[in-house]
């Protein structure tokens, strides 16, 4: 792999006027191409991600206009199948041109999909990814428990769980096999591995962001976060997308499992399932000390002129993923039951307190005097307060509902 991209050694030339730059302050053109780029970077990302969402919307419609939608949700193999069509119309299709669109960036994304180069630090990272995939799970209960402590429940529309052998089988495709292949493409292949330019903790962080937010409901946004890291490092560190997607799917297919067992048996006990989640932790925590004591090459750093923080205020301000954030909180209102007015109450500092930060991180880039401001975020500010409004509009509306 070319390190050099990774590096930004096609900087270098700029070495001493950079130092120039850095000794009287000021506008720095380096930094403002740079951060310019990664606007319009984020602004490509974003959008990819609206037409995501969009088009799961227009397939539901379709489904609906055509008679198909009750019989679909009515038949667990038919709508798993559907699912797994569906999920390379709405993610493949759409990320498949935002990679198009890509620059030298392509070759870094195909490069990605070659097998790991070391078996045993792919084995390593696969197990330590199950096991954070894990924790990422217990913290999602926990931060959905402590809202229901506060009045709000939050819940998730299930889909039917099959338990017919080839009702399951559609439903190990549609639940793992094909969210491990093509989120892991759109997630860590085109969006992580675009990112890294910027710095490899920042590309990680960013995409796991956007990950959480995709989504869109508290039920597995926090799960989806952390899981995001894990996924993002594991593939950075041992140079292969294939570690993220054995990860995704292990993860994804022992939810099946259970799922189905669950189903078939509605009586059993929590007992199998504390016993195999024990297992894959402490196997994942030897393997994590294993990682951590082995000798692996680290992944190479970024050579950047732009800060880490301003390139998290470039990025995650810019409208298109603004937009993505709202949508993301929006649906995971919808998908909520208020049940005091103090829940009502935290829902809405939660939204005030998410739109608080996206607004100073908005201040910080009209204040940087190395940066000239964009006025797409005057346009982002519009969006948070639009969506605050409606946002918090529906959240009263629901609690005044409770309360009566």
């Not at 099959?162 to 759109?186: D, K, Q, R, Y």
Request: charged content about 10%.
């Amino acid at each position: 792999m070319n390190n050099s991209y990774y590096n930004g050694e096609n900087n270098n030339q700029y070495g001493y006027y950079q130092n120039m730059y850095n000794v009287f302050g000021g506008y720095n053109p380096i930094v403002e191409k740079q951060s310019s780029d990664l606007r319009k970077l984020g602004m490509k990302i974003g959008a990819t991600l609206l037409c995501f969402t969009a088009l799961q919307y227009v397939l539901s419609f379709v489904l609906a206009l055509t008679g198909w939608g009750d019989a679909v949700f009515n038949d667990s193999v038919l709508n798993w199948g559907v699912s797994s069509i569906f999920q390379i119309i709405y993610i493949v299709l759409p990320f498949a041109v935002l990679f198009l669109t890509l620059g030298e960036e392509k070759s870094q994304i195909i490069e990605m999909y070659e097998k790991p180069k070391k078996t045993t630090l792919y084995i390593l990272g696969a197990l330590a990814g199950l096991m954070i995939c894990l924790v990422g799970d217990l913290v999602s209960t926990y931060v959905t428990a402590l809202f229901e402590m506060f009045g709000t429940d939050f819940y998730n529309s299930d889909m039917s769980i099959p338990t017919n052998v080839p009702g399951v089988i559609v439903f190990v495709l549609g639940c793992a096999v094909m969210p491990a292949l093509v989120e892991e493409f759109a997630f860590r292949g085109v969006i992580l591995t675009s990112l890294r330019k910027y710095g490899n903790k920042f590309a990680i962080v960013s995409s796991a962001i956007l990950f959480a937010i995709m989504h869109g409901n508290m039920i597995q946004i926090p799960f989806a976060f952390i899981a995001g890291l894990a996924l993002g490092y594991f593939m950075i560190s041992t140079g292969s997308i294939w570690t993220s997607v054995t990860i995704h799917f292990l993860n994804n297919l022992i939810s099946v499992i259970f799922s189905v067992y669950y189903e078939l048996n509605p009586n059993a006990t929590n007992i199998p399932y504390f016993i195999c989640t024990s297992v894959i932790v402490i196997v994942g925590i030897a393997a994590a000390v294993l990682w951590i004591i082995g000798d692996r090459k680290k992944p190479a750093a970024r050579r950047m002129e732009l800060t880490s923080r301003t390139a998290y205020d470039v990025f995650l301000t810019v409208p298109t993923v603004v937009a993505c954030i709202f949508i993301a909180i929006s649906s995971s209102v919808s998908q909520s039951e208020l049940t005091s007015g103090f829940g009502t109450l935290s829902l809405i500092a939660v939204v005030v307190l998410i739109s608080a930060l996206l607004m100073r991180m908005i201040k910080r880039i009209a204040r940087d005097s190395r940066i000239k401001y964009n006025s797409v975020y005057t346009l982002s500010k519009v969006i948070i307060v639009a969506s605050d409004i409606f946002i918090i509009i529906g959240i009263l509306a629901a609690g005044v509902g409770t309360v009566n």
